[in-house]
């Protein structure tokens, strides 16, 4: 008869492949719905501070600043379960993220980095004036594009 | 029945070798430089120069990543295109009189930039885009060249291209030229001043059609499908269709993201657009609305096209 020990162990091993093969054909759809609903407010807030750079609307020191103000918080989210393993493109639906956010994890977090520090700045002269705003954009645009280039596949 | 990659790879040169003895042989795919006095009586000037070299995109290639001295582009060349042919490195056009072009004559350069033909009197790929540069006015050429002269040298050598064996033999090249290269504008009758200065940004300069265009089976730009978007030259994905068929932005959107990198929804660029619109932001707002509205006045192209 099979002792205790053993039937226990096995069960547990029994669990953990459960959970392993879970975990390989795991539903990502909501991590990664969740990083594009993050990318839909960096351009909803980027959209009013474009707006203004660009003449389509009159400039508000006071929006732009809650525009710019809001592109710090998000670039400060901890985004660490917004990129769960085997969430990149070829591996998940519907997901352009470049496999190479998991091969070089210190690379995608400095270029995370550099938005927080564009958008920081941002938020230091978006209150100062239209011209504030436009070497504002200019940053964020570097930081957003240096992101795009290296780790976003194509269309 | 599909054909292997192998299979397509060894028609296409069986049809530049035949085409190439059909064509007249030797004299007909023979590399020609510009003619000795294409140049005369021009004087460079570099100031425009550094226009034309942005324009041209230049930099995209022959820089590795960041590669500046104060402030200055360094050509040294170095970086790497994947093909179907293998893989291409841009060469160094640095002004160093060994590493890079800096002993070459005006005339010798402006035969590589407008013919493809190097020094020694040989074929270049079309990796190069000699064949959009060709549509260039020679004061432009000449003005770039003045301006190339000014940037920093750099010594580090030229590192050789390493591709598939059956593209190894560059005579088969004069074939290829003699098909595909046309010094034809694609849009014959420009519209407007703005639309004609648009063209010449487009098709001669900024060789925007050797990635947003379909290529035929023997790497030959289809002029029929100018600017509908083609498959990735490597890596996954497609390159889009810009035309009003595929890009529904208004001419100042386009112009604004040849600027500022950021679309109408303020997501940005990506892949290698983010090295184009490093050029284009440094030309004036005029330039950016005339290539904006060349491409709102080509033919609209489906995606099924």
């Not at chain 2, 050509?75 to 070459?104: C, H, K, Q, V």
Request: with cysteine.
């Amino acid at each position: 008869m099979m002792s205790i020990t053993k039937a226990f162990v096995l069960s547990l091993s029994g669990l953990a492949f459960a959970t392993l093969a879970h975990a390989q054909s795991a539903d990502h759809s909501g991590a990664i719905k969740a990083r594009q609903a993050h990318m839909t407010l960096y351009g909803t807030n980027l959209g009013v501070l474009g707006a203004m750079a660009q003449g389509n609307m009159p400039y508000d020191a006071e929006a732009a600043t809650a525009a710019a103000e809001s592109l710090v918080a998000l670039a400060g989210i901890d985004e660490r379960f917004y990129w769960p393993e085997g969430s990149a493109s070829g591996m998940a639906e519907g997901t352009r993220a470049m496999e190479a956010i998991w091969a070089d994890p210190e690379g995608f977090s400095a270029a995370q980095e550099a938005l927080l520090v564009a958008a920081t700045a941002m938020a230091a002269t978006a209150g100062t004036g239209v011209e504030g705003i436009q070497a504002g954009m200019q940053a964020m645009g570097g930081a957003c594009g240096a992101c795009h280039q290296n780790y976003r596949v194509r269309q | 029945m599909p054909l292997s990659w192998n299979g397509v790879m060894v028609l296409r040169l069986a049809i530049v070798v035949v085409l190439a003895l059909a064509g007249g042989g030797w004299f007909l795919t023979r590399p020609v430089p510009l003619p000795a006095d294409a140049l005369d009586g021009l004087i460079g000037d570099a100031a425009n120069g550094a226009v034309i070299f942005a324009a041209s995109g230049c930099a995209s290639c022959h820089t590795a990543a960041g590669a500046e001295t104060e402030g200055l582009p360094v050509l040294a060349g170095g970086r790497s295109f994947a093909s179907d042919y293998g893989t291409f490195m841009a060469p160094n056009i640095s002004s160093d009189p060994e590493a890079g072009i800096g002993g070459w004559t005006d005339l010798e350069l402006a035969s590589a930039i407008q013919r493809g033909v190097s020094p020694e009197g040989a074929h270049y790929y079309p990796a190069f885009p000699y064949t959009a540069y060709a549509k260039a006015a020679p004061q432009d050429i000449v003005d770039l060249i003045a301006y190339l002269r000014t940037l920093p040298a750099d010594a580090s050598p030229s590192l050789p291209h390493d591709l598939d064996l059956p593209f190894r033999f560059r005579a088969s090249l004069g074939g290829w030229k003699l098909l595909f290269a046309s010094t034809d504008w694609v849009v014959p009758d420009p519209v407007s001043p703005e639309v004609e200065r648009g063209r010449y940004l487009v098709e001669a300069l900024g060789h925007c059609a050797e990635c947003h265009t379909p290529r035929n089976a023997l790497g030959g730009l289809q002029r029929d499908l100018w600017m509908a978007g083609a498959p990735a030259a490597s890596g996954p994905g497609r390159v889009p269709n810009i035309t009003t068929g595929g890009l529904s932005w208004s001419v100042e959107e386009v112009a604004e993201y040849l600027k500022s990198g950021f679309t109408p929804e303020f997501d940005t660029a990506g892949g290698e657009m983010v090295e184009v619109i490093k050029n284009t932001r440094q030309l004036s707002d005029a330039d950016r609305l005339a290539i904006a509205s060349y491409l709102a006045a080509l033919p609209p192209l489906g995606p099924d096209s």
